[in-house]
């Protein structure tokens, strides 16, 4: 029988305990094989281009850089780099943000003994993969307005707990302007009110806990 060529792997994430597992999902392939480690961003994109790994699974939360920037970092130097995002997020805004960067797959972690050296395979034969929870996600709210950066900054500082004087004064604008923009955040997220509208931003991805 022909031998199927070693998918090369490199893993990126903060947790030993993490990439442990995942070491141990994908060298029980004999197809598969991990070629390095890191618990950073910028130790990533030097390793990358060190090891040139055909596949990067990559966690979106390290501790010195968003994992989005990691993926815009590596793909500017090597666009066809394949990249599969590994996380516990389940909201359609990351998932947007991360195969807009390029990445070439996107993974919840709860489901990767279901489907992670399936999606590896996929996305190495030049494949994408996401998750079909996340692609429902996706569909449910793609005709959805997107909060402006502003927009952002604001609805932080509401689920921080501040009354829109105190936002108003953090941002250096007026209380009306602040009042127009949480108008707004409460129409593009179909909130009924302030706190309505932080937990549909935390569901689907604006804030983080």
């Known amino acids: 029988m022909e031998q199927k060529p070693i998918i090369r792997v490199m893993l990126v ?37 060190t090891l040139r ?5 990559l966690d979106l939360k390290l501790p010195d850089m968003d994992g989005i920037q990691v993926i815009e970092v590596i793909r500017e130097s090597v666009p066809d780099a394949r990249i599969i995002v590994l996380t516990t997020y389940v909201g359609d805004v990351q998932a947007r943000r991360a195969l807009r960067a390029g990445a070439k797959g996107y ?13 590896i395979r996929a996305v190495h034969a030049g494949g994408i993969k996401v998750q079909s929870e996340v692609a429902t996600d996706l569909a449910r709210h793609e005709a959805a307005e997107h909060l402006t950066q502003r927009e952002l900054e604001v609805l932080a500082l509401i689920a921080s707990g501040l009354s829109n004087k105190l936002v108003a004064d953090r941002l250096g604008i007026r209380e009306d302007t602040v009042k127009a923009h949480v108008t707004s955040i409460l129409n593009k997220l179909k909130a009924n ?10 569901q689907r991805g604006f804030l983080e806990l």
């Not at 197809?31 to 030097?46: H, L, R, S, T």
């Not at 790994?53 to 699974?57: C, K, M, T, V």
């Not at 009110?193 to 935390?202: K, N, Q, Y």
């Open 13 to 49: 994430d903060d947790h030993p305990v993490v990439r442990e597992g995942l070491r141990a999902m994908i060298e029980s392939q004999p197809d598969m094989q991990v070629v390095g480690e890191c618990e950073n961003g910028k130790d990533a994109i030097a390793s990358f281009h």
């Open 53 to 57: 790994p055909e596949i990067i699974l």
């Open 107 to 119: 993974l919840l972690k709860a489901s990767l003994r279901r489907d992670l050296r399936d999606s």
């Open 193 to 202: 009110d302030r706190t309505h509208a932080v937990t549909i931003a935390l």
